[in-house]
């Protein structure tokens, strides 16, 4: 089930006093939603159909605890349609029958209906056909929710008529944002110092109904002074990670993955890749640096190093949390375990000081362009060599500028692919010479 259970009644009518922590937080319009401005904001997807005034059916694919049962009850409210909400979960095809008859009598009146479906990939292939000739219709704006990838587990002529629209993993600033309104309708600060309730935050995983759930029962306890993080940890039986992500712990681990795929110990790699996610690191931070690493450490040595990176990234970016996290440790098991060079990393700083060094010196006339005839006249581009044409396709030539000595400043190793790199480098170098002599 996604953050709050489904039910007919609006929101407003649905909370109570004795209600959960989560419901009484509720979101009372999308502009209170936290971690969706990218779907809820004015330029969002949803926030464009609302100020359009017309909602299109929809596929809400995101993890739990993300909005995405709020999201669609707002969405009835903001432009004026009954609501009805079932689960897979717990309804079968007499319960679709009954909703979509409710719907028919609702459309008699003059009113349209918003139905969500709750983890609607729970749904065989059969009863997800029979949403088809309604949403056909337009007897009901279909609003489904699910935590799967719905390229694999729904419909294809259902995909087609529906918009997927993705919901992020709340971040810690719109779980702190939780947190905070916990404490204004509580009317007294959570029993937490600064660092549990950091600990707090990166144990949600970015589910905010779990954050609310475990902030009630901190509440609960009656909890006379701030428990530090590992006290917190023991009262709720969960345990939290230390780990500071904008201090010494998250850079401590940081360059501790760093420092394990430089030295080729794919274990040790792995164990700080986990250490950092399972407490709750942003995914993508952590691939954005070992694709650093990629360039930095490995380069040349074993070109596909990088390639593996960028595909981890679509990898993740496509399936999401925890599925799109075995492609970001296969991404850093291969750094690991590749063959090391940091030969790109030093050419790169020792260019970009010589840049700095020399200015703005002419390239030689020879390789520079000359688009009009005039320049032609002057001697731009005069006395280039087409390499293609050369013996063995390499001319030889000069590429530096008269006033500047050649430079050196990518010299590979004897590892991995470099090796050959070397080689080529190498057989230049003496074609070079020769032609000189000649």
């Not at 489904?6 to 649905?14: F, I, K, L, R, V």
């Not at 904001?41 to 929809?58: C, T």
Request: hydrophobic share 40%.
């Amino acid at each position: 089930m996604d953050d709050l259970f489904a039910g007919d009644e609006p929101q407003e009518q649905q909370t109570r006093e004795n209600a959960p922590l989560a419901d009484r937080l509720r979101p009372k319009t999308l502009e209170e939603v936290v971690g969706q401005d990218h779907l809820t904001g004015p330029d969002g997807a949803i926030g464009r159909m609302v100020r359009a005034g017309q909602l299109g059916s929809m596929i809400l694919w995101g993890p739990p605890g993300t909005g995405k049962t709020t999201i669609a009850q707002l969405l009835a409210g903001s432009v004026g349609m009954h609501y009805k909400a079932i689960s897979a979960v717990f309804s079968g095809v007499a319960d679709l029958k009954k909703a979509f008859a409710e719907a028919d009598q609702m459309a008699k009146t003059g009113k349209k209906t918003l139905l969500f479906v709750d983890e609607i990939h729970r749904f065989n292939r059969a009863q997800q056909d029979g949403f088809l000739p309604f949403v056909e219709r337009g007897v009901v704006t279909l609003v489904g929710a699910t935590t799967e990838n719905p390229s694999f587990e729904l419909n294809a002529a259902l995909l087609s008529r529906a918009q997927v629209l993705v919901l992020h993993r709340l971040g810690p600033e719109a779980l702190n944002v939780l947190l905070d309104r916990a404490e204004a309708e509580k009317g007294e600060p959570l029993p937490l110092t600064d660092d549990a309730r950091e600990a707090l935050v990166a144990s949600a995983d970015g589910d905010g109904r779990f954050l609310l759930n475990q902030a009630e029962t901190l509440y609960n306890s009656r909890i006379e002074e701030p428990l530090e993080p590992g006290a917190m940890a023991a009262l709720l039986h969960r345990r939290v990670p230390v780990y500071d992500k904008d201090r010494e712990g998250h850079y401590n681990l940081i360059s501790a993955l760093h420092k394990s795929m430089r030295g080729s110990d794919p274990q040790a790699s792995l164990y700080y890749l986990a250490r950092m996610l399972v407490a709750g690191e942003e995914p993508l931070y952590v691939l954005r640096r070992i694709t650093r690493f990629a360039s930095e450490d490995i380069g040349l040595a074993d070109p596909q190093a990088l390639v593996q990176c960028l595909a981890a990234k679509d990898a993740y970016e496509f399936l999401g949390s925890p599925e799109g996290e075995l492609a970001i440790a296969q991404a850093c098991l291969y750094c690991a375990t590749a063959a090391k060079s940091n030969a790109a990393y030093k050419a790169q700083k020792a260019a970009w000081r010589s840049a700095k060094q020399t200015g703005s010196l002419m390239p030689p006339m020879n390789i520079v362009n000359a688009p009009t005839k005039m320049m032609k006249e002057l001697g731009y581009g005069k006395g280039y060599a087409y390499d293609h044409d050369a013996e063995g396709g390499f001319s030889g030539a000069n590429y530096w500028p008269e006033e500047m000595e050649p430079e050196r400043y990518y010299t590979p190793t004897d590892r991995g692919f470099e090796r050959k790199v070397t080689e080529r480098m190498a057989y230049w170098e003496r074609m070079k010479n020769e032609r000189e002599q000649a």
